[in-house]
Nanobody, 118 residues
Framework: QVQLVESGGGLVQPGGSLRLSCAAS????????MGWYRQAPGKQRELVAA???????NYADSVKGRFTISRDNANNTVYLQMNSLKPEDTAVYYC????????????WGQGTQVTVSS
């Protein structure tokens, strides 16, 4: 079992920044891919960013150049740095751990709300 706890969401103005954190209950980054998904009201959950076991990253086209996923192996924490936020980034953001790749069935956090509004 893996528990994931997200934090860092909130209300931010357009153009602002937020950093989300996802703390894992144990050391898993060597065997699990990690990712951030989001789900806006009335929309399907979508993959925003992922980092695989070797540290390679990939991003949805809508966030490339604005969001950065990273991980701290010593603290079992994955981050999502979000810059130049737009109203369309408003969603509940979820952390996921899966293996061997992020799109396989895995563990989810409880989600954290991000609202971009003036």
């Amino acid at each position: 079992q893996v528990q994931l706890v997200e934090s860092g969401g909130g209300l931010v103005q357009p153009g602002g920044s937020l950093r989300l954190s996802c703390a894992a209950s144990r050391s898993i980054f060597s065997i699990y891919a990690m990712g951030w998904y989001r789900q806006a009201p009335g929309k399907q959950r979508e993959l925003v960013a992922a980092i695989n076991r070797s540290g390679s990253t990939n991003y949805a086209d809508s966030v490339k150049g604005r969001f950065t996923i990273s991980r701290d192996n010593a603290n079992n924490t994955v981050y999502l740095q979000m810059n130049s936020l737009k109203p369309e980034d408003t969603a509940v953001y979820y952390c996921k751990a899966a293996r061997p790749v992020i799109t396989t069935q895995g563990y989810w956090g409880q989600g954290t709300q991000v609202t971009v509004s003036s």
